[in-house]
């Protein structure tokens, strides 16, 4: 069993920051990538940046240059840093990670979502 932890989210003004917080744990034998995907109301689920174990990171085109995703191994945690939130950017953040529970099981798991909510 593992269990993906959000925090973090809450009301921001347009301009502002936040920083978002995940935490793994639970049976983890190791953890792959990590990532945040984010869901607005009526829209789909979508991807917003992913980071490898080994520190490689990707971006939805929507957020480089503004937010910046960074993990600490050590902790199982990955972290979202969001600068010059738009409007556009509301939404419920979710974490996600690709685990492995032992060398042969392996699964993706997510958490229970943190919202952003961004004020013009």
Known sequence: QVQLVESGGGLVQAGGSLRLSCAASGSIFSISAMGWYRQAPGKQRELVATITSGGSTNYADSVKGRFTISRDSAKDAVYLQMNSLK???????????DVRTSRYSRGAYWGQGTQVTVSS
């Open 87 to 97: 409007t556009e950017d509301t939404a419920v953040y979710y974490c996600n990670a």
